[in-house]
């Protein structure tokens, strides 16, 4: 809204009234627009976030069987680092190997909630005896999966000495 106020000196001056209240069309608009974006933006890192947070629980999950299973090896000692030993405390299914030196497990300590095929998808596990010195075992144990069509594994090892 404008007026004309004439000044002292005679001179016609056209002045505006200043807008105290409200915003204009195009602030609106421009406030809308960048909300939008921050929503388009965090929607498509949203999915990429979810997958990347269970691949990460599987590879966590993994970890925390081998690490279960291998301590519970190293609980026995070197002296019952053995075949025979393991298969009578329930720690591998069975004294035939299914590779050289290597032999399935389903149940860490028997323990029918840590079973690597119920908690993870397609998960089986095994444990790799190997007499590394006259006084020395190497114990690997390898946990796999998949995921989405791909394999994956976690190993671990440690060495048990005849001390």
């Not at 010195?133 to 946990?143: A, E, M």
Request: aromatic share 4%.
């Amino acid at each position: 809204m404008s007026f004309s106020a004439q000044n002292t000196d005679g001179v016609k001056r056209t002045m505006y009234k200043k807008r105290t209240k409200g915003h204009t069309l195009v602030e609106v608009l421009f406030a809308v627009a960048l909300c939008g974006i921050c929503a388009l933006i965090m929607a498509a890192t949203m999915p990429m976030a979810n997958t990347t947070r269970a691949k990460a629980d599987l590879n966590n999950r993994a970890t925390s069987l081998a690490q279960k299973q291998l301590e519970a090896i190293k609980s026995l000692g070197y002296a019952n680092a053995t075949t025979q030993q393991l298969f009578a405390n329930g720690l591998i299914d069975s004294q035939s190997p299914v590779a050289t030196n290597t032999y399935a497990w389903t149940n860490s300590d028997a323990a029918a909630t840590d079973n690597p095929a119920k908690i993870l998808p397609s998960g089986t596990a095994t444990v790799k005896l190997e007499q590394v010195d006259l006084d020395l075992r190497r114990v690997t144990v390898v946990v796999n999966w998949k995921v989405r069509g791909a394999n994956r594994s976690i190993s671990i090892g440690t060495l048990i000495a005849n001390l």
